[in-house]
């Protein structure tokens, strides 16, 4: 049975933009925000912050930062993975209410490896309208400058600290039939790429660092080479993308 649920488009009578979606009185919007360069941010998604009632933001200390270089006054409250479950039943009362209420996370698509996703379930449940403003994205911008093409990609979030589970998922990474793309800390890179070199140590992995910061860099190469390069000091964030069986 196919389910259907109101969308952005359902209330669609003061939209500011022409063909935008984001008329709705009450609705929640998703908006992706920047992972680095805080010019990273569409028209829309500007409009969907300076619109809404209230903006529910993982870190309000960082989304200040970015609602500040924009003259945006829109009320922040927090809403991240510690008290997303506490939050809940307030935000759907503000919304049944009529509010406008746009969630973002400190970088990125609020939902991927982010919270969001419960918030959105919820509202659904509640036949209340939901959408979404996207941009930016980590994984999305490192597979567009892989420079590969492929016919099938999975992508793992972050990766498991325990050494038997990363074992086991490195070997499911080593055998799929295309590229794999995880997102990793600076503090478990060089276990994850020694346990790579462990298993294959002739497998190609792609890291993209620092995504449109300053110290932006690409590099690909075996665990080993790798580890080399980053030998000095692994610093920044990083998406890993691990080439897979051919
Ligand atoms: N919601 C975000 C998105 O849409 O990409 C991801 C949030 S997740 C909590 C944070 C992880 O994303 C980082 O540990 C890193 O692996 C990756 N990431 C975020 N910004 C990045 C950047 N500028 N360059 C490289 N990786 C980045």
Redesign the pocket.
């Known amino acids: 049975m196919v389910v259907a649920w109101p969308s952005g488009k359902a209330g669609a009578c003061k939209a500011l933009i022409p063909s935008s979606n984001l008329g709705a009185t009450f609705m929640l919007i998703l908006v992706?925000t920047p992972?680095?360069n805080l010019q990273d941010i569409s028209l829309r998604g500007l409009e969907a912050l300076k619109e809404a009632d209230l903006i529910l933001a993982e870190d309000t200390r960082i989304s200040a930062r970015l609602l500040k270089k924009y003259g945006i006054d829109t009320p922040l409250l927090s809403f991240h993975k510690f008290n997303e479950w506490r939050r809940e039943v307030g935000v759907i009362a503000k919304l049944k209410a009529g509010k406008r209420i746009a969630l973002i996370?400190?970088?990125?698509?609020?939902?991927?490896?982010?919270p969001g996703a419960k918030l959105v379930k919820r509202c659904r449940e509640e036949g209340i309208p939901v959408t979404a403003v996207p941009g930016?994205?980590?994984?999305?911008?490192?597979l567009s400058l892989l420079g590969e093409e492929f016919r099938q990609f999975q992508f793992l979030?972050?990766l498991p600290k325990k050494v038997g589970k990363l074992k086991k998922i490195v070997e499911e990474i080593l055998a799929y039939p295309g590229p794999s793309i995880?997102?990793?800390?600076p503090h478990h890179l060089e276990k994850t790429l020694k346990m790579v070199e462990m298993l294959a140590p002739a497998s190609q992995i792609f890291i993209?660092?620092?995504?449109?910061?300053i110290h932006?860099e690409c590099v690909k190469g075996t665990p080993e080479e790798l580890l080399e390069h980053f030998k000095k000091g692994i610093r920044?964030?990083?998406?890993?993308i691990f080439m897979g069986k051919r």
């Open positions: 992706a992972i680095g996370s400190d970088a990125g698509t609020p939902g991927i490896c982010d930016c994205c980590a994984f999305t911008m490192a979030g972050f995880a997102y990793e800390t993209a660092r620092e995504l449109t910061k932006e920044g964030e990083f998406v890993l």
